[in-house]
């Protein structure tokens, strides 16, 4: 699903919207009680929704938002394919950038057994939600367009940092420079997406940009302007490295057993790694 999500320009504020973001994410319930009704969300004439007859797809969605989706289709396929179905796959049309994960509830009612491309996040996703094992693993970066930058932490200080607010590394950053003695911090800017963190790097308004790996990957694919930007080493700060997968309903524990297997034998066999070479997309397989 959509993985770039809100980042702010004025610290107080943007931190505020990270917490309205999680507030969207429905409670979660100790795991030996099912949810509740009023846990799971509610989609318009629900009860007319029957169980399908056609047993031999595989309705899986994508979402054209996501930097992935054309790897993600490719996987998706991999999947139908190890499991004798045929694909079909259902692309999610939204002008919204910011999604509320209940959408994701309607989607897998009405439309697909699987929705690709979600960041493995553990307690994440409410319980109505499962989550499929990883099929591949890729992470957030530093990008710049100093050449005389080899890492972060050859950054001087006082040359400000874009990040995208709310992310596992920007809260990462922010703890690190939290740490540090107030004369010893880079300036951080929080974007509300990583298209606007890019955006910033390029208009010259940041020195250096945090954002997901494959955004950056995709704005290189379809803008020129974006090639003379480039990756750099993360040091001082650890990699941030998020496993990618398939999220599915909680009670289709089936589905999610035969998903789960078919991902297995497609890492085992090289086809996912073929996959992400094909489109040198900034990932690994999963091991």
Sequence with gaps: MPVAFALPRLAGLFLALALAFTALLPARVSAQQEPEFYDVPFAQNQWLIGRRLDQSQLRYCIDHRDPDWQVDDAIANAIAGALLLEPKPYV???????EDIT?????????????????????GYPDWLTISRGYYDTG???VTADP????????PLGKPIGATIGTTAHIKLVAYLTAQP????WPTYPYGTNDLALESLLKGEVSVALVWAPSFWEKQQADPAYAKLRIIDGKPLPPTTLSVGAVMLSDQTFMRAAIDQAITALL???????IIDKYKFPATAKR
């Design 92 to 98: 999610v049309e939204s002008d919204i950038v910011l």
């Design 103 to 123: 959408r994701v509830y309607k989607l897998l009612l009405e439309q697909c057994d699987i929705h690709m491309g979600f960041k493995l996040i553990p307690d």
């Design 140 to 142: 957030y970066v530093f």
């Design 148 to 155: 005389n930058l080899k890492s972060l932490a050859d950054l």
């Design 182 to 185: 107030a004369n010893k911090r």
């Design 268 to 274: 085992a066999d090289g086809t996912i790694q073929s």
